[in-house]
T-cell receptor
Framework: DVKVTQSSRYLVKRTGEKVFLECVQDMDHENMFWYRQDPGLGLRLIYFSYDVKMKEKGDIPEGYSVSREKKERFSLILESASTNQTSMYLC????????????FGPGTRLTVT | QKEVEQNSGPLSVPEGAIASLNCTYSDRGSQSFFWYRQYSGKSPELIMFIYSNGDKEDGRFTAQLNKASQYVSLLIRDSQPSDSATYLCAVSRTLNDMRFGAGTRLTVKP
């Protein structure tokens, strides 16, 4: 079974803090993704990575950055957290073949106060 | 127009009935189609994928794809209370452009 883990299930941070969310997958997948999920808006892609040290912006990259130093690990960084970044953050991974299914981690519910 | 549209529901069916979930998409170049189930407070879980026109069956689940009509559906036969969840439709053309619908909330009543 594919296993995608995220460093925290719940996180509370203050406005202006730098926040790190980490994701690890154990299936040797090339592709990894970060989404946020908000009620009524569905899942929105923040960034994705198709290889180590490679990254591409998704639909809503503003206020976020990412790091992929190792194949199994993909980190999402909120440079200066703001209240509008309060959300559920979901990491996913998929095999290299284009259009293949994505497997999700358990999610991190981030609250910025 | 949203890229992937789903009726938000809630869709309520009695236990044992067939639940029918529908999804339309706007990108005619879409190649891959997925259904995810998401329980409240949990992350999405892949339950079906379909790439070709027609039906694909897996246990109690059947995915139906009609690319000409830009329509994909999910049928759940013999619905159980444990099927109560939000079902997300996802559509993909290439690697990085998977688009999700906002989901349909299904309630199966005992």
């Amino acid at each position: 079974d594919v296993k995608v883990t995220q460093s925290s299930r719940y996180l509370v941070k203050r406005t202006g803090e730098k926040v790190f969310l980490e994701c690890v997958q154990d299936m040797d997948h090339e592709n990894m993704f970060w989404y946020r999920q908000d009620p009524g808006l569905g899942l929105r892609l923040i960034y994705f990575s198709y290889d180590v040290k490679m990254k591409e912006k998704g639909d809503i990259p503003e206020g976020y950055s990412v790091s992929r130093e190792k194949k199994e690990r993909f980190s999402l960084i909120l440079e200066s957290a703001s209240t509008n970044q309060t959300s559920m953050y979901l990491c996913a991974s998929s095999p290299q073949v284009s259009g293949r299914e994505q497997y999700f981690g358990p999610g991190t519910r981030l609250t910025v106060t | 127009q949203k890229e992937v549209e789903q009726n938000s529901g809630p869709l309520s069916v009695p236990e044992g009935a067939i639940a029918s979930l529908n999804c339309t998409y706007s990108d005619r170049g879409s190649q891959s189609f997925f259904w995810y189930r998401q329980y409240s407070g949990k992350s999405p879980e892949l339950i079906m994928f379909i790439y070709s026109n027609g039906d694909k069956e897996d246990g109690r689940f059947t995915a139906q794809l009609n690319k000409a009509s830009q329509y994909v559906s999910l049928l759940i036969r013999d619905s159980q209370p444990s099927d109560s969840a939000t079902y997300l439709c996802a559509v993909s053309r290439t690697l990085n452009d998977m688009r999700f619908g906002a989901g349909t909330r299904l309630t199966v009543k005992p």
